[in-house]
């Protein structure tokens, strides 16, 4: 069985926070990254969470780490999501992290036959898979 960092290079570690400016501070001052920019209210059109289609807004911030993408994601709407159930389930920590892989098809279906499952996706603007 493969591992899932064979599939590709891992370059970003994202967090669902609740407080996204206290998490601003905290990557900037004490950890040393950024800058970071701040995307305000953007709605997640035509997600799919546990196969429904939702819309989802969210504030994200992205900065770099060194080489590292760091994001910041905070969910304003209640709509389901698995942003949504990381917050209410209190949880704090790396949420998931972003692979770069040259046949996201592949390793989807290399990563389901190994157990795994699909809890949110959408098909990226430019053919991408996220």
């Not at 949880?91 to 592949?106: N, V, Y």
């Amino acid at each position: 069985m493969k591992r899932i960092a064979d599939y590709g290079e891992i370059f970003q570690l994202a967090y669902v926070v609740g407080d996204l400016n206290a998490a601003l501070r905290h990557w900037t001052q004490v950890i040393g990254a950024g800058p970071f920019f701040l995307r305000p209210g953007i709605v997640l059109a035509g997600w799919k969470y546990k196969a429904k289609v939702v819309d989802i807004n969210i504030d994200v911030a992205m900065g770099y780490w060194g080489d590292t993408q760091v994001e910041l994601i905070h969910q304003n709407c209640q709509t389901p999501s698995v942003y949504l159930e990381w917050q209410a389930q209190r949880r704090e920590g790396i949420h998931h992290f972003g692979i770069l892989c040259s046949d996201g098809a592949r390793a989807r279906q290399a990563l389901s036959a190994s157990g795994f499952t699909v809890e949110q996706e959408v098909d990226g603007p430019t053919g991408g898979m996220f």
